[in-house]
């Protein structure tokens, strides 16, 4: 590992509210500290408010009439000027994501920031859809409905790929006339606050908004608010639910993009394939750590294939380079904060603890040498486990795979489906009744076969079960998480014969 850089000098960086740069009203300051070197701070944000909640919802509505009334041809003008600034300051923003979460800047961070630039172009090329429909109702009747913004909408946002979740939220919720506040994650808000300096070049005053501050504070005040009409959140289950709670019992718009045990099923006639291993790879989000609701981490392995592909693959995983996010030949990144990385140890601990498990790659965190400077895990694979383990069934966000084998193609589907998540899954077959089959069984709401990637701009992404609430990335999203149908019959005079 080379010594982590920063490249970037301590400041502040305030918040933003009614289009203009804002400290916190308690006037007090949060440090943000680099994942990759520990103890180290890179920047200061404020400690935000209820007050700075308060003074950023009425900015948010009293920009909302004029917004909500501009053609729509005007906010994907200004959604295309966004897109154009962030891809000409790409570079820099994904070296702020590396620095401000950890990811690498090869694997993950430049990837996030051209994944924001294609949603911005994407919803800003969607945004005349927002459109209702007229009803065959006779010559004495105009009957005809309207899709309208629903108003100010608070986007909570995780620390994983802020940027990216944002992309799936923000521009979105823009193009069908609402106006946002954005509620940065305390462990990654750089980037949020630069993506609202950007948005602030381009939008009327109190569009966009951006807050800092712990989620007790900032976010539970968001969801509480009378004046926030949406609340959209993209986290943890467990903090999901209380999100909603608080929201729902003003009946406020939600959304919720939550956890993961996301299953991945090979079939034996996938093994012999080169693209398998790259495939697996990029499910289980290793390069990022594991640090994804969407990561493959529970791997179901026929058991005719299951030591071959588990060597294989464990070597391949084994083969990676973990680093400075900012090193080009970093692939992992390091842990978000101490609190995360302490959980994953105590993950590690207990499989090796687990009669029949063993693992096969890493099962420790470092202990000397450069990568105890910062909050850094190795990739792990365990071997020999069951469905039932808790390592099977907790989402660990970490870079933590566990090999599940299995026969009979009921059975698996069955072990697939055997938990409390339904985000996202993967299959791994060259028969096509086998492949679809499986894929249509599987309780999730993200499925895709022979292929291990990202989200794509259009795309319907969500989940079932308790992985979600509503689904985001594509027009569809767009309609049902951002607009209510207003219906209007109207009687006309009865048209004169002849």
Request: contains cysteine.
């Amino acid at each position: 590992m080379t010594e982590v850089s920063t490249n970037a000098a301590v400041r502040d960086w305030p918040m933003w509210i009614g289009g203009e740069e804002q400290p916190s009203a308690g006037s007090q300051w949060r440090e943000v500290f680099n994942p990759a070197r520990r103890e180290t701070v890179i920047a200061r944000v404020p400690a935000g408010t209820v007050e700075d909640v308060d003074r950023a919802v009425a900015a948010a509505r009293a920009a909302f009439p004029g917004w909500r009334a501009q053609h729509f041809t005007g906010r994907a003008k200004a959604l295309l000027a966004i897109a154009d600034e962030l891809e000409r300051r790409s570079e820099e923003f994904a070296r702020l994501t590396a620095l401000d979460t950890g990811n690498a800047l090869r694997t993950q961070a430049r990837p996030e920031s051209t994944t924001m630039v294609a949603m911005f172009r994407y919803f800003a090329g969607i945004a005349g859809e927002v459109k209702g429909t007229t009803l065959p109702a006779g010559e004495n009747q105009l009957q005809y409905t309207r899709l309208e913004p629903l108003g100010v909408v608070a986007a909570i946002l995780p620390w994983n790929s802020p940027l990216m979740i944002a992309a799936f939220k923000i521009p979105a919720a823009l193009a069908a006339g609402n106006t946002v506040i954005m509620k940065a994650a305390d462990d990654a808000p750089l980037t949020i606050l630069k993506l609202a300096e950007v948005c602030n070049r381009h939008l009327p005053a109190g569009v966009v908004n951006a807050l800092t501050g712990r989620g007790g504070v900032i976010g539970s005040a968001l969801a509480n608010h009378p004046g926030v009409d949406k609340v959209s959140f993209t986290g943890s289950t467990e903090v999901g639910r209380e999100v909603a709670a608080e929201a729902g019992a003003r009946l406020a718009h939600m959304s919720l993009e939550l956890g993961g045990k996301n299953p991945s099923i090979v079939f034996p006639d996938a093994a012999d394939d080169d693209e398998l291993l790259d495939g697996l790879l990029l499910a289980s989000r290793f390069t990022r750590q594991g640090q994804s609701c969407t990561a493959g981490s529970r791997l179901f392995l026929h058991e005719d294939i299951y030591d071959d592909v588990l060597s294989r693959l464990s070597a391949r995983l084994g083969a990676l380079t973990v680093g400075d996010p900012l090193d080009e030949a970093t692939d992992m990144g390091a842990i978000i904060n101490l609190k995360q990385h302490t959980a994953i140890t105590g993950f590690l601990d207990e499989g090796r603890a687990t009669p029949g498990m063993r693992a096969v790659l890493g099962g420790n965190a470092p202990a000397d040498g450069p990568l105890t400077e910062g909050y850094y895990h190795l990739p792990t694979v365990f071997s020999g486990a069951r469905n039932d383990f808790r390592l099977a069934r907790e989402e660990i966000f970490g870079p933590v795979l566990v090999a599940i084998p299995w026969k009979d193609t009921e059975d698996v589907i069955r072990m697939a489906n055997d938990t409390n998540y339904g985000l996202a899954a993967y299959v791994w077959s060259h028969n096509l009744d086998d492949a679809l089959n499986t894929a249509h069984r599987i309780d999730a709401g993200w499925v895709q076969v022979n292929q291990g990637g990202g989200q794509v701009p259009g795309q319907s992404y969500g989940g079932y079960k308790q992985s979600g609430i509503g689904r985001e990335v594509s027009l569809e999203g767009m309609l049902a998480g951002f607009t209510q149908t207003k219906q209007i019959n109207v009687k006309l005079r009865g048209v004169p014969n002849g």
